[in-house]
């Protein structure tokens, strides 16, 4: 870290499924513009190294402060949400704890639904992001690197990911379980990020029996999608129309307001809602519809129990590999840490070898230097590394053996 960072600590703030639920995690979800200009905003003051999370199941900030106070307040700027709502839901680590954390999220084992690998591009893209805002040092590039290699071990070695049940998998079930092949239904997606894709191939796949249309406010991406999967595509000006001739709707855009509104919905006819979209994007008023039936992402974690089940037999071995990736993180950090610190410690035991040598040399003139040097430096290369396998133990207060080091061969100060 650079010296502006001494006083500083990484922090991952936030909230997710397991306190917040739907609605509160709507008021502290964070458009892609928002996210942008947070990102933006903690440079000017002087936060250098930051990464957001946003996604339908959980919010977060994470990066070097001198306060977690200073990301909350930026996530609350930036959101609907308060930070006396905030204090209610939250969770905060530190340190190394913030960094298994970042590792445990892209094992999938923090996943609403477990062992969901959606979670995985979702990290992807908040990196991306950060990345091209310039708000990643290398901690977290390395940080990030650990945490998909991790992914990739957990997902080629367990079964924790066997037979998938992301959201968007959970409504293709849901339709299939409550709605007969034998009485196709009307099926419109409305909305194509990445969960609303998801959602569409997975209609085109499972769901054959069904007429599904979808439907983007880019009609090129709609366009594409249909044509690659084999689909219907409607325009974008049509929404309404659509939404009254559908027998199921699937929402997943990533509106700041709802954009099914009650208006479109007709008395007569029954229809199934899925609101897959964070905020939710359904009018709350639909609810009070007698002839509709409104889901949200809450509702369909709830359709993988025995799913869920086998899955939660994986986790010993999935911990293991989280444990062998944080070990692997420490060992680089700890490496990071103390390289400037052995470097110098080498100089400053050369410069005795070679003080030792001149002086010896003045009163033994048969003195063999070169033979006694190769000798010296063979030994204060063991010196170095013995005390480099010291720093690197997991068991070692690093800063501590260096301070004691400075204070020993009065090395000059070094950065850790």
């Known amino acids: 870290m650079t010296k502006n960072s001494d006083c500083k600590k990484f922090y991952v703030i936030g909230l997710n499924y397991q306190k917040a639920d739907v609605v509160t995690r709507s008021n502290f979800s964070l458009s892609k513009e928002n996210q942008k ?56 680590y530190k340190n190394s704890d913030a960094a298994e954390h970042v590792i445990r999220i892209a094992t999938g084992i923090e996943s609403q639904i477990l062992g969901d690998y959606e ?60 709605y ?5 239904q009307n099926i419109l997606v409305y909305g194509l990020g990445d969960i609303g894709q998801s959602t569409a191939r997975s209609c085109a796949k499972y769901l054959k029996a069904h007429h599904i249309t979808v439907i983007n406010r880019t009609g090129s991406v709609a366009k594409e999608l ?39 919905i007709s008395e007569e006819k029954k229809k199934l809602i899925i609101d897959l979209s964070i905020p939710r994007n359904a009018d709350p008023e639909i609810n009070d519809k007698e002839n509709v039936k409104v889901i949200d992402v809450d509702v369909l974690s709830k359709k993988t129990k025995k799913t869920l089940e086998e899955r939660k037999q994986q986790i010993p071995q999935v911990e293991k590999i989280i444990k062998k990736y944080k070990s692997e993180f420490y060992e680089w950090l700890m490496f990071r840490r103390s390289t400037p610190a052995i470097n110098s410690l080498k100089k ?47 068991n070692t207060q690093a800063n501590q053996s260096i301070k004691v080091m400075k204070d020993v061969f009065n090395l000059e100060a070094t950065e850790h």
Do not use: W
């Open 226 to 264: 249909a044509e690659e999967v084999c689909l219907e595509v409607a325009e974008h000006d049509d929404l309404s129309e659509q939404v009254r001739f559908s027998d199921i709707v699937i929402v997943a855009t990533g509106a700041s307001n709802p954009t099914v509104t009650s208006d479109m």
């Open 119 to 178: 979670i995985v591009g979702q990290l992807k893209d908040a990196f991306a992001m950060a990345k091209e805002a310039d708000t990643v040092n290398a901690y977290l590039e390395r940080l990030f690197n650990v945490a998909l290699h991790a992914s990739k071990e957990t997902k080629n070695k367990t079964s924790i990911s066997s037979g998938t049940t992301t959201v968007s998998y959970a409504a293709i079930q849901y339709i299939k379980e409550n």
């Open 348 to 394: 400053s035991l050369e410069v005795i070898q070679q003080d030792a040598i001149s002086s010896h040399s003045k009163k033994h003139q048969d003195m063999d230097a070169e033979l006694i040097e190769d000798v010296t430096s063979q030994m204060i290369n063991k010196i170095v590394s013995k005390f480099a396998m010291h720093l690197k133990s997991e």
């Open 180 to 184: 007969s092949k034998k009485n196709p």
């Open 37 to 92: 200009q947070l990102l933006s905003e903690a440079k000017k003051i002087n936060i250098k190294s930051v990464v957001i999370l946003s996604t339908c199941n959980r919010i977060e900030i994470m990066g070097f402060a001198k306060h977690p106070f200073q990301l909350i307040s930026l996530l609350c700027k930036y959101s609907k949400g308060t930070v006396e709502e905030f204090a209610k839901v939250s969770y905060v």
